[in-house]
């Protein structure tokens, strides 16, 4: 059954990601194609080439690269995604590395982790690179500004929303994927705040480090719930908990006896607060930060000063807004310059993408 959960999570993923690129292979190198500029750089060498390197293959990735692309096509600049196959500093390090050896003219980083990256976003800026961070900042190293989430709010305002949702009283626990990643664990303390000043008898057993990882989440689900048959409620910090613990407490005959939220909308998610074994998520705009990241870049390149952090900000989903909230996000875009696309299969622009999806 485990299995299969995880085939259907990753089957998933490379579906929404045939909708937003082309696969096609060039030079030994996956590559990805997407509509606007000619495929050479040689017949434009002034045009800017930008990367976006996340912390690994996840899906909650795909809408933050699909702003990156469609901004990259408005403002004339040649993006990319180059996404290690897991999660895991030391790959996102030789990404960077790479792409430092190429001489691209800019870098949005997800960070995996704060300390591990402080060397190599060091050496990119001596090269003249700009470096960002978006999604998960890296406050340690020399990156120009942080553009996503403000994670501690938002992770204080999940809290007591969920005090509130357990009546103030219960057991519980936090699913955290990666426990070196300054995001997480700025969401993790928020949420512990709100929990703790709305639902001060709520108690929280413990923290537990999924990796980022859906096989892994499935499994400290299971021996969570092995440890603690009695627990009431399951708060995931990152996308893929929230799915992982619902599939566990179906099979086990406990959905909609334990109550799970969480961060994100994977479809999986967002599937569950339609049936009712998840109460309600906490969704990113990530695609106003893959957007917002090429014009911070663009600024960045053209001697334009930017500021130090952009909160992207966050929906709560619940079913009563379930059927809406990616129309108001979209409304709320354009309201502010983002013209946000639906998902499409493009082609034209060679794009490159390394570590595939699967």
């Not at 997407?34 to 390197?53: D, E, I, K, M």
Request: charged share 20%; with cysteine.
């Amino acid at each position: 059954m485990r299995s299969q959960l995880i085939r259907a999570f990753l089957q998933c993923s490379w579906l929404i990601l045939s909708c937003t690129v082309a696969i096609s292979c060039s030079g030994g190198k996956p590559s990805v194609s997407s509509p606007g500029a000619p495929a050479s750089r040689s017949a434009q060498p002034r045009q800017l080439t930008f990367a976006l390197v996340p912390k690994g293959v996840h899906p909650y990735f795909l809408p933050l690269y699909r702003g990156f692309a469609d901004a990259g096509q408005k403002y004339g600049v040649l993006t990319e995604l180059d996404a290690p196959p897991r999660f895991d500093v030391a790959l996102q390090v030789k990404l960077i590395e790479d792409l430092i050896a190429r001489g691209v003219n800019g870098i949005a980083i997800s960070a995996d982790d704060d300390a591990g990256l402080v060397s190599v976003v060091h050496e990119a800026a001596q090269s003249g690179i700009k470096v960002i961070t978006v999604d998960a900042p890296a406050p340690s190293s020399e990156a120009l500004t942080y553009i996503g989430t403000d994670n501690e709010s938002s992770g204080f305002e999940s809290g007591k929303r969920m005090a509130r949702t357990m009546g103030g009283k219960g057991s519980l626990a936090i699913l955290q994927g990666g426990l070196g990643a300054t995001n997480l664990n700025l969401r993790a303390k928020g949420f512990k705040r709100g929990l703790a000043e709305a639902g001060p008898d709520i108690e929280v057993v413990g923290v537990i480090d999924e990796g980022g990882d859906l096989s892994r989440s499935v499994s400290a689900m299971e021996t969570l719930l092995a440890e603690r048959p009695r627990l009431d409620a399951i708060f995931c910090v990152s996308a893929e908990g929230s799915p992982a613990a619902a599939a566990v407490a179906k099979r086990q005959g406990k959905a909609g006896k334990i109550l799970i939220a969480g961060f994100d909308d994977l479809g999986d998610t967002i599937k569950g607060i339609r049936d009712g074994s998840i109460a309600f998520c906490v969704v990113q705009n990530a695609y106003r930060m893959g957007w917002l990241s090429v014009e911070r870049l663009l600024d960045a390149s053209a001697g334009r000063s930017i500021p130090r952090g952009i909160d992207t900000g966050v929906v709560f989903v619940d079913r009563g807004n379930v059927d809406s909230y990616k129309s108001a996000m979209e409304s709320e875009n354009a309201r502010k310059g983002i013209a946000q696309k639906r998902p499409q299969a493009p082609s034209g622009q060679a794009q490159n993408i390394v570590g595939g999806w699967e």
